[in-house]
C-alpha cells in the first residue's frame, strides 16, 4: 500500500465550478496535511495545510481531513483556468520529512 | 516575499562527474531539506540538515551525496560519480522549525540531466 495516493487524473472542471482532489493516507499516527500546487516544470507552491478533522477555508480553497478514514481533500471553488495544475497532497512524516502523493493532473475547462 | 533561491536552474554533466547544486535559503530559517522529482514521478525526500549536520536521510541519500553549509547563507547538494539515473528536478527547502505544522518553502528547483 502506497503511503499516499492520490488519483493521478487528468481531472477535467469546466470553468466556474468545483474541483474535488481527494487523498488518503497509510499512516495512522500522521498529523500534518498539505496541499500543493505544481505548474509543469515548476517547483510546489503551499496552497493549505490542515491538522484538525473537519473543513479548512481560504478563499476558493477549502481542505478536509477525516483521520478516523485517513483521508484529506481540497476543494476549489469558483475554478479558474490558472487552476490548472497538478495538485500534490503531502503527509508529515515527523522531523519535516514530508511524503508526497504522485499528485492529480487538474485541467479547468474554459 | 522572502523566498528558496537556487542555483543552476539546468545543469548538464556527463554521467561520472561531479556537481554541485547550490541553494540559499530563506534567511530567518534554520531547517533545510532537498527533496528530487525524476520527470513523471512523485517529489521524493532526500535530506534534511539543521544545525550543521544532517537530522535524517533516504534510503536514495547513499554515499554518492552529500551536503554542507560552507557559510552563512549557502546549502548546498553535491552528488558525485553522477548516473543517469541521477537526472531529475532538485529543490531545496526551508522551514523556520521543526514543528510538524511549519510549511517547507520550495525554491524553483535545479534540473539535473546526466548524459
Known amino acids: 500500500q502506497k503511503e499516499v495516493e492520490q488519483n493521478s487524473g487528468p481531472l477535467s472542471v469546466p470553468e466556474g465550478a468545483i474541483a474535488s482532489l481527494n487523498c488518503t493516507y497509510s499512516d495512522r499516527v500522521s498529523q500534518s496535511f498539505f496541499w500543493y500546487r505544481q505548474y509543469s516544470g515548476k517547483s510546489p507552491e503551499l496552497i493549505m495545510s490542515i491538522y484538525s478533522n473537519g473543513d479548512k477555508e481560504d478563499g476558493r480553497f477549502t481542505a478536509q481531513l477525516n483521520k478516523a478514514s485517513q483521508y484529506v481533500s481540497l476543494l476549489i471553488r469558483d475554478s479558474q483556468p490558472s487552476d490548472s495544475a497538478t495538485y500534490l497532497c503531502a503527509v508529515n512524516k515527523g522531523a519535516q520529512k514530508l511524503v508526497f502523493g504522485q499528485g492529480t493532473r487538474l485541467t479547468i475547462n474554459p | 516575499e522572502p523566498e528558496v533561491t537556487q542555483t543552476p536552474s539546468h545543469q548538464v554533466t556527463q554521467m561520472g562527474q561531479e556537481v554541485i547544486l547550490r541553494c540559499v535559503p530563506i534567511s530567518n530559517h534554520l531547517y533545510f531539506y532537498w527533496y528530487r522529482q525524476i520527470l513523471g514521478q512523485k517529489v521524493e525526500f532526500l535530506v534534511s540538515?539543521?544545525?550543521?549536520?544532517?537530522?535524517?536521510k533516504s534510503e536514495i541519500f547513499d554515499d554518492q551525496f552529500s551536503v554542507e553549509r560552507p557559510d552563512g547563507s549557502n546549502f548546498t547538494l553535491k552528488i558525485r560519480s553522477t548516473k543517469l539515473e541521477d537526472s531529475a528536478m532538485y529543490f531545496c527547502a526551508s522551514s523556520p522549525d521543526r514543528g510538524r505544522h511549519s510549511p517547507l518553502h520550495f525554491g524553483n528547483g535545479t534540473r539535473l540531466t546526466v548524459t
Open positions: 540538515f539543521y544545525n550543521n549536520e544532517i537530522s535524517e
